[in-house]
Each structure stands twice: as C-alpha cells, then as structure tokens.
C-alpha cells in the first residue's frame, strides 16, 4: 500500500505562483512515473505534468513554459513548481504513483487563481 500527501495549494491571484510537493510513503514500492492530474468543476481528470525516475518529464500543452515538474527519488517527493498561473489552471491537482501492480492516488488539493 502506498499512502500519497499532498501540499502547497491555495489561492493565488492571476500571474502569480505556486509549488505544489507530494509525498509518497509505504514499503516495497517504486513509483515510475509520478506526475499531477487536475480536474476542474464538470471536467474530466487530465494529465498536467509527468517525471520518470530517470529524469525524463512530459507536460500538457496548456501548461508547457509555465509549469515545472521535479522529484527527490530519495524522498520519493514530487513538486510541480507553477507559474504565471490563469484562471483556467483552477482545478483539484492530484498527485499519482504508477506501480507494476495499479495506480495510486493523492486526495488532491485546490488550486484557485481568482483575483
């Protein structure tokens, strides 16, 4: 079992900037990849950002430039370091860990861009 945390949402005024962190704890798991969703109200969840153990990282068009994504193996830790943030970026970001046996998830957190 692998239990996934997540923290660094709120609210933040167009332009401005966040930085989401996920934990993942539990015993013999190895995530690969791990990555953020987001779902806004009455929409499905999409990919936003992606990082394999190995370093390699895939994004979302609609957040490519703006958005980072980075990882601490040791800590088994995600970020997603978000700037210039819109209004359209509001949505609930989950935090993911693929395994070899299923997918796991974070209990999201919001993030409102409102001014």
């Known amino acids: 079992q692998v239990q996934l945390v997540e923290a660094g949402g709120g609210l933040v005024q167009p332009g401005g900037s966040l930085r989401l962190s996920c934990a993942a704890s539990?015993?013999?798991?190895?995530?690969?990849?791990m990555g953020w969703y987001r779902q806004a109200p009455g929409k499905q969840r999409d990919l936003v950002a992606t990082?394999?153990?190995?370093?390699?990282?895939t994004y979302a068009d609609s957040v490519q430039g703006r958005f980072t994504i980075s990882a601490d193996n040791a800590k088994n830790t995600v970020y997603l370091h978000m700037n210039s943030l819109k209004p359209e970026d509001t949505a609930v970001y989950y935090c993911?860990?693929?395994?070899?046996?299923?997918?796991?998830w974070g209990q999201g957190t919001q993030v409102t861009v409102s001014s």
């Open positions: 993911y860990c693929r395994r070899l046996i299923g997918t796991s």
């Open positions: 990082i394999t153990r190995g370093g390699s990282v």
């Open positions: 539990g015993t013999g798991f190895v995530c690969n990849p």
